[in-house]
Structures are given as structure tokens and as C-alpha cells.
């Protein structure tokens, strides 16, 4: 007799890089987002949902490989075989949103959007393929003061949700003051051997808070090997050119005033430096006049951005204090946002100049500091009341139960599975229920329901010798009319919460 091949069947896992995210974490995130939301709406901004994935020219220059664009995005061909991509970000989507409404949008246009974006990356501890951003810009004007009104907004979103004043700040550069550096030590042009080595030097500061000045300073020169041997290239800057671009990203002083005038000698008669430096003495200016202390809003040169697109302004959202997290460890969370001017994304749809600015939390981020810190906790949500079927030529029954539960603001379902009351009362604790409704054929022929408490029953349990005191006593169990469930149940709940 043959033997019978065995079905094949697929491997239940979730994908490289990617995660399931719980209930708790789910409902804790919501509490987070609409901290964040209602900032945003106060200050003017209007929602806008753009699609999961667009056609791939529309995400820019910045992507790595035009001909099979599938490196650092996830991408595929749809019948037409056009590429298409998931987004990388919410930036591009908004420039091509933008471009495409232009006319019909009043400007300057003021978004704010959440959702997810994907990296085709090397996913690591902490690091996923899959993760959330939520953004908000301007688009259609070059007043700074846009800028500076995205960090006093992301200011008050810290605060908001429940980040204390002097535990986060808002560092500010300005990516012309760089350009101008960099046009006194001869690095200007439009040549892609120009771009390259202005990456290079932005890339070299941005690594600033990870390996130190002495770090910076190898990879603005020849190159730096790390602890495993691996070497990376530097900017092949001269060494006294090296140390002006230091001085400038060590700049320091007592006031933002003090940092402006730094940076002017620094700069020198540089139009592009001196015009940044105009611009970031104005964002300080404001914050002040808004009543945005040094405390909130700080001026920082060492404050780049890794991104190519800013063209001026550039700020983060970082958080200054350290935590333990579940191991005991103590972790510093750094960064949680950041964002800048990019007058040249929507221009690249248009063929004109179109300003814009915007700002990002980096949700995941954002949510793990305040879950460590106990200033973000699941949103309390009460399990939902168990009506259990006793008799299944009944539905009806205990679906009038249920909806009236749920007509009363209680949160509660029926027992929709086809096991018998153990399962049934099993499937109750599974869930965490607070209570469970049995109306068995006896309590329907005299009209009544009876309510188990399962948390005090839970906790009775514990004090009860034996069987026979167990259903002598009947703890945390009632019989009441039908008419009285409503007050019943919540007499249940709100003893469980005092």
C-alpha cells in the first residue's frame, strides 16, 4: 500500500524585521497618537491619508538604484510593468500630493498624516522593516517662521503628552551655515563629486553623539576603522579644514544670541552661511517672543540630519534624560524626531521652486521612552461581561441580553463557540472578563439572571477550604430580575474598581 504524502503546509511566522503588536501596546499607542493629534489640530494643521505605496520615480533622487529599485525600498512591477514602492517615508507622498493639487490647495497647505512606512534594510534590535511615523508640514511658503512654529508645536507635543519641561529639547541648526563653511574651504559646486563629498561631511557630523569628536574628526579626514576592522572612507578633508568644520559643529555659548554671533565670525563673508545664520537668529527671536526659553528651543550646530533634501533649517526633538528599562538597564533615548526645510522635493513634480518644511516623530521611539518613564500606560479598557449560551435553542435570548448590556455603555459580548459551560466559563478568564450573565432554563422560567464576579470569586477562592463551603457560600455570584442586570453589573464594576 502507497504511502500518503503528507499536506505541506506553511510555516506560521511572522516576516524578517517585522512584529505583531498586542492589545495593550496597540491601545497605548492610540493614547499617544491622539496626545500628538490634538497639538497638531491646535495649531491649525488638517489630516491627509495618501496611499501605501507610489510609483517609484515619485520617491526621488535619494533612492539607491533607479534601473531595479529594490534596495533600501521594497519594490514590484504592476501589469503595466511600471516599478512601483512602498513608501520610505511620508515626505515624498506629500511632495507628489502637493504637485498633483496644486491649484486647487490653499497655501501655504498645513498637513499632518500617521501611518506606516518601510525600509528594505537590515533589520536589528529595535530596528524593523515596518514602523511609524507621523508627520506634519507646511508646504508653499519661505517664511521661517514655519519653522520655527514646527519646534514650538513639537515642543507642546512633549509636554503634552506628559514629558516634563527640562527633560527634551529642541536642537536647531540651519543647513546653509554648513554650505557657507563649506565654500570657504573650497567644497561648492553642482557636480556629483561635490555632492558626494558634502554627503560625506553631512553623514561624518550626524555620527557625532555616536563616536565622539575624535571619531568625527577621522571621518571628515582620510577615513576611520571601527572596533571589527571594518573601514569607512572619510570626506579627504586637510586637517585645518577639518578643525573649521569642528569648530563649527562644537560651537557653543551662553544664549542663542551668544551661538549667532559665534557662527557669523565663523562663516566669514559667506552670502549662503551668513543667510542661515539670519535665519536661525529669527527662529530665535520668535521662540522667544512666544515665550520658548533656551530650555525648549536650543541653537546646535552639531544638529545636521542625514537626509540630502534639507535646505535650511534643520531641528530634532531629542529627550535629555535617562531611564531603566524591564532589565534594570539604564537606557538614553536621545532623538525622537526630527525634520527641516526641503524647498526642492515638490519641485522636482513641477519644474519650479516650491518651499516647505515639516517635522516627524519617530513613533516607535517616541512610545518605548514614554512606556519606560510610566508617562504612557495602555488606556484603560475594561474586558468585556460574558454572556454565556446555557442553551443554544436560546440565541435570541442571550443576544437581548447582550444588546442591552451594550445599550447601556457596557462593554459585553455573547459566547459565540459551541463548548459547554467549563469552556465556556475557561474562555471568561482567558479574556480577563469582570463578570459573566447565566440565565439557564430555571432563571429564564422565573424571569431572573444570575451574575458571577469573577474577580472577587477569583480573589474568595483563595480563602475557601472546600467544596462544600464553596457552594454553601456561593461567593460573588447573585440572582436578580432580568430588569435589574444593567444595575447589577455595574454595582460589579464599580466595586472591582475602587
Wanted: with cysteine; net charge negative.
Amino acid at each position: 500500500m502507497a504511502k500518503r504524502n503528507k499536506p505541506v503546509r506553511p510555516k506560521a511566522r511572522v516576516p524578517k524585521g517585522l512584529r505583531d503588536i498586542g492589545a495593550g501596546e496597540v491601545r497605548a499607542l492610540d493614547a499617544m497618537l491622539s496626545g500628538i493629534r490634538s497639538v497638531y489640530e491646535l495649531y491649525g494643521f488638517e489630516p491627509l491619508d495618501t496611499p501605501a505605496f507610489e510609483y517609484t520615480d515619485a520617491l526621488g533622487k535619494f533612492l539607491p538604484d533607479q534601473d531595479r529599485p529594490n534596495e533600501g525600498v521594497f519594490s514590484f512591477q504592476d501589469e503595466d510593468e511600471q516599478w512601483l514602492s512602498l513608501r520610505y517615508d511620508l515626505t515624498a507622498p506629500l511632495a507628489r500630493f502637493v504637485a498633483e493639487n496644486y491649484d486647487g490647495l490653499a497655501k501655504p497647505f498645513r498637513r499632518y498624516q500617521f501611518g506606516p512606512v518601510w525600509r528594505n534594510e537590515k533589520p536589528g534590535p529595535g530596528r524593523y522593516r515596518q514602523f511609524m511615523q507621523f508627520d506634519a508640514d507646511t508646504v508653499g511658503t519661505a517664511s521661517v517662521a514655519a519653522d520655527a512654529e514646527l519646534c514650538m508645536m513639537a515642543a507642546d507635543c512633549l509636554e503634552a503628552l506628559g514629558i516634563k519641561r527640562g527633560d527634551y529639547v529642541m536642537r536647531v541648526n540651519n543647513r546653509k551655515v554648513l554650505d557657507g563653511i563649506l565654500e570657504r574651504i573650497g567644497i561648492a559646486g553642482d557636480d556629483a563629486g561635490y555632492e558626494a563629498q558634502r554627503m560625506t561631511v553631512l553623514r561624518a557630523i550626524d555620527k557625532l553623539d555616536r563616536l565622539g569628536p575624535e571619531g568625527v574628526r577621522l571621518l571628515l579626514g582620510e577615513g576611520r576603522k571601527d572596533e571589527s576592522g571594518d573601514y569607512t572612507k572619510g570626506a579627504g578633508l586637510s586637517d585645518d579644514h577639518a578643525g573649521l568644520i569642528m569648530a563649527f559643529v562644537e560651537t557653543e555659548a551662553d544664549s542663542r544670541d551668544g551661538v549667532v554671533e559665534r557662527l557669523r565670525e565663523i562663516v566669514g563673508d559667506s552670502e549662503t552661511g551668513l543667510a542661515g545664520v539670519a535665519e536661525l537668529a529669527e527662529i530665535s527671536a520668535l521662540g522667544a517672543a512666544a515665550g520658548y526659553g533656551e530650555d525648549r528651543v536650543r541653537l546646535d550646530p552639531s544638529v545636521v540630519r542625514g537626509l540630502g533634501y534639507y535646505t535650511g533649517p534643520v531641528f530634532e526633538a531629542e529627550l535629555t534624560f535617562s531611564a531603566q528599562n524591564e532589565k534594570g538597564e539604564t537606557v538614553r533615548f536621545g532623538s525622537v524626531g526630527g525634520g527641516g526645510r526641503y524647498d526642492g522635493l515638490v519641485q522636482r513634480f513641477k519644474g519650479v521652486e516650491v518651499p516647505a518644511t515639516g517635522f516627524s516623530f519617530g513613533v516607535s521611539r517616541l512610545q518605548t521612552a514614554l512606556e519606560t518613564t510610566g508617562a504612557l500606560a495602555a488606556a484603560a479598557v475594561a474586558a468585556p461581561v460574558i454572556v454565556l449560551v446555557m442553551d443554544r435553542d436560546n440565541l435570541a435570548d442571550y443576544q437581548k441580553l447582550t444588546f442591552d448590556l451594550r445599550s447601556a455603555g457596557i462593554r459585553a459580548e455573547m459566547y459565540l463557540g459551541t463548548s459547554g459551560m467549563r469552556a465556556q466559563m475557561k474562555y471568561a478568564d482567558r479574556r480577563g472578563a469582570p463578570a459573566v450573565v447565566i440565565q439557564g432554563e430555571d432563571e429564564r422560567a422565573r424571569g431572573e439572571v444570575t451574575i458571577k464576579d469573577l474577580e472577587k470569586g477569583a480573589r474568595l477562592s483563595g480563602e475557601i477550604a472546600d467544596n462544600e463551603e464553596w457552594r454553601s457560600g456561593r461567593p460573588a455570584q447573585v440572582s436578580v430580575p432580568q430588569s435589574g442586570l444593567i444595575d447589577a453589573v455595574r454595582e460589579i464594576l464599580s466595586h472591582q474598581q475602587d
